[in-house]
């Protein structure tokens, strides 16, 4: 059975951190690209970060600079670590996972940046 669960999300305060986990397993991860996107209240999904399988990244411009992904295919896991947080990063955060074949998406962790 294919899961993608994400993990890590919480309350913070503005310039505060948080590092995001999402953990893969039902299929052969270190083969998938994974991304991170966000869904702000009343606003559509947004793509955040992807990660490939040779560890090659990119970054949206509006988080660039403040987050980072990165992968252990040891742990089957992705990581966001998202610092200086600001009040327009409070989001629903999702991991995907996709390949030529296949797309997986988590259920979502929620981060919320308020003082």
């Known amino acids: 059975q294919v899961q993608l669960v994400e993990s890590g999300g919480g309350l913070v305060q503005p310039g505060g951190s948080l590092r995001l986990s999402c953990v893969g397993s039902?299929?052969?991860?270190?083969?998938?690209?994974i991304s991170w996107h966000r869904q702000a209240p009343g606003k559509e999904r947004e793509w955040v970060a992807t990660?490939?399988?040779?560890?090659?990244?990119n970054i949206a411009d509006s988080v660039k600079g403040r987050f980072t992904i990165s992968r252990d295919n040891a742990k089957n896991t992705v990581y966001l670590q998202m610092n200086s947080l600001k009040a327009e990063d409070t989001a629903l955060y999702y991991c995907?996972?996709?390949?030529?074949?296949?797309?997986?998406w988590g259920q979502g962790t929620q981060v919320t940046v308020s003082s």
């Open positions: 995907k996972a996709v390949n030529t074949r296949n797309n997986y």
């Open positions: 039902g299929f052969t991860f270190s083969t998938y690209f």
């Open positions: 990660i490939r399988p040779g560890d090659t990244t």
